[in-house]
């Protein structure tokens, strides 16, 4: 096995782990709290220091850094490298403490911003604002760990920050569990979960970029040359980061209005979705991007190009049997995993709406994962942010076609028309991404084989078939146990899997076809 291939494959590994154990979380957060005002309260306290975060952790800084972090590596040494980590950590720390005081002293403004819907209900806004001033710290300590990961990435240590958001599900775990009889509204104790987490993920991290010899020394010069690319870097990123915030917000504005539960429905949907985007689509852009850099900086464009085209094969050929799953297993996986006591037969049938309408965009939301670095690892960040534009302003129209129709005639699911949208917007940008590449000449797709097309579509098309067959009705899903749902559930998964696998390889296709040689 290569080494890019074995890196992708830890990668994915340690946040298969991590998924497992965050669906376990949400078994937990449904069963307890199930699907309601208060659950809607603190998906929305928590998921606006996660817009933060998503802005200044995981995507414009992550992308701005680690191309610089690569050309420091590559062309200064290791004394301007250490220069470097010292300043741009005293930087993040400043800009990071700031945002932090402004979010605790303006929680009740920013949940009516995020959620203006929540005030029709006696208590929400009020229960979501005295949350948001414990969960909002979490930006602080996560964008620090995002800058701990990104540098860990960069050497090639990929498990550790691939495991860090285990930290994350096992606080929230304990949270519900043992922290929650002791609060007069129980639910407030999943803030405190998310809070202790951002500590625990950080402490994680420290002793191993110790380790490397990479920990930094926060300090703060204005004029430092490298922070300064890695800013003029950030924000066209923070703008093209900031579009898929705005389209989440605009979704939790418009679920706000909908009927009670809409919010946490589409939360437990996009959970689902987000597995396989995790495990293969962040896995690969989160191995490519550093390997992309570092072509880049040596002027490979032979390498570059190889790198992209492999890491699209590899997104295609898990992305189609994932979303075709989803979708055809939406009920079977939400009334095996969460549908239990306060989660009921209902929110089951809402989630399994917004899964399925989620889950077909899953192939764009990671083949826009795969080819977004293709720009960022150039230093390029504005053509992205103008797609993104484009792709934003396109799902706020799609919000508005797919939502408002069903929510005026009254017909139940109106929510699922907000993850119908964000779908289709999704295939937009990952289109406009892929011509910007092949326009641009930094993209030569490499040969096909016939076979490749033949054998993914044969196996497709078996594997769909042979799970509508076996899938057992809706009212037998219910009668059952848990113990039997799941072992149903893992069967079907199992013959599903099992079935794409094997036509592939009657196919012709084999795993070596798909690794990609080192020739660095």
């Known amino acids: 096995m290569n080494r890019i291939f074995r890196s992708t494959a830890i990668v994915s590994g340690m946040t298969l782990i991590s998924r ?9 957060l449904a069963v307890t709290f199930g699907a309601g005002a208060t659950t809607d309260a603190f998906f929305v306290a928590f998921r606006i220091p996660n817009f933060f975060r998503r802005l200044f952790a995981e995507g414009a800084f992550s992308q701005a850094f680690v191309p610089v972090f690569a050309e420091y590596r590559e062309k200064h040494g290791r004394v301007a490298l250490r220069d470097l980590l010292d300043h741009t950590a005293g930087a993040l720390l400043l800009a990071l403490t700031l945002v932090t005081l402004i979010g605790v002293l303006a929680a009740p403004w920013l949940i ?27 930006l602080l300590f996560i964008s620090l760990t995002a800058m701990a990961a990104g540098i860990l990435n960069s050497i090639g240590r990929f498990a550790i920050p691939a495991f860090t958001p285990v930290f994350l599900n096992l606080a929230m775990i304990a949270a519900a569990l043992w922290g929650a009889p002791l609060f007069a509204e129980p639910v407030v104790a999943l803030a405190w979960g998310v809070f202790l987490a951002g500590v625990l993920q950080l402490a994680f991290q420290i002793p191993f970029l110790v380790r490397a010899g990479l920990l930094p020394r926060p300090r703060f010069r204005r004029a430092h040359a490298g922070v300064r690319q890695i800013v003029r870097l950030m924000l066209p990123a923070i703008l093209g980061t900031s579009v898929v915030q705005i389209n989440l917000l605009v979704d939790t504005v418009i679920a706000s209005f909908l009927v009670a539960g809409s919010i946490s429905w589409l939360y437990f949907g996009d959970r689902f979705v987000e597995l396989p985007l995790a495990l293969f689509g962040i896995a ?20 570059y190009g190889r790198t992209l085209d492999w890491a699209l094969r590899l997104a295609l050929l898990v ?7 989803l979708i055809v297993l939406a009920v079977p996986i939400l009334s095996a995993l969460i549908q239990y006591n306060a989660f009921t037969e209902h929110d089951t049938r809402m989630a399994a709406m917004a899964l399925a309408a989620y889950a077909l965009g899953l192939p764009a939301f990671i083949l826009i994962k795969v080819l977004a670095p293709g720009f960022f690892a150039r230093q390029d960040t504005r053509t992205p942010v103008k797609i993104a534009v484009i792709a934003m302003l396109a799902n706020m129209g799609l919000n508005v ?21 964000t779908s289709a917007s999704a295939y937009l940008n990952a289109g406009l991404l892929y011509r910007g590449l092949r326009r641009e000449g930094i993209y030569h797709p490499g040969p096909v084989l016939p076979r490749f097309r033949l054998g993914l579509g044969s196996a497709l098309a078996v594997m769909v078939a042979l799970l509508v067959l076996l899938a057992p009705e809706w009212s037998q899903w219910t009668d059952w146990s848990a113990a039997r749902r799941g072992a149903v ?12 696998l094997a036509t592939l390889w009657i196919a012709g296709l084999r795993p070596r076809q798909f690794l990609l040689h080192d020739h660095a």
């Not at 009516?112 to 414990?134: C, H, K, N, S």
């Open 401 to 421: 076609a797919f939502v408002l129709p069903w929510y005026l005639s009254g017909t139940p699911g109106a929510h699922a028309g907000l993850a119908l949208a």
């Open 20 to 28: 497992i154990l965050g669906y376990l979380r949400d078994m937990v």
């Open 489 to 500: 559930l893992l069967g079907l998964i199992g013959a599903g899997a099992g079935s794409f």
């Open 319 to 325: 992305a189609l049997p994932a979303a075709a799953g």
């Open 284 to 303: 690969i852009a989160t191995v490519i991007l550093p390997r992309l850099s570092g072509e880049h900086a040596r002027a490979d464009g032979a390498a």
């Open 112 to 138: 009516w911003v995020f959620a203006p819907g929540l005030a029709q209900a006696d208590g929400r806004q009020e229960l979501a604002a005295q949350m948001l001033r414990i969960t909002f710290p979490y």
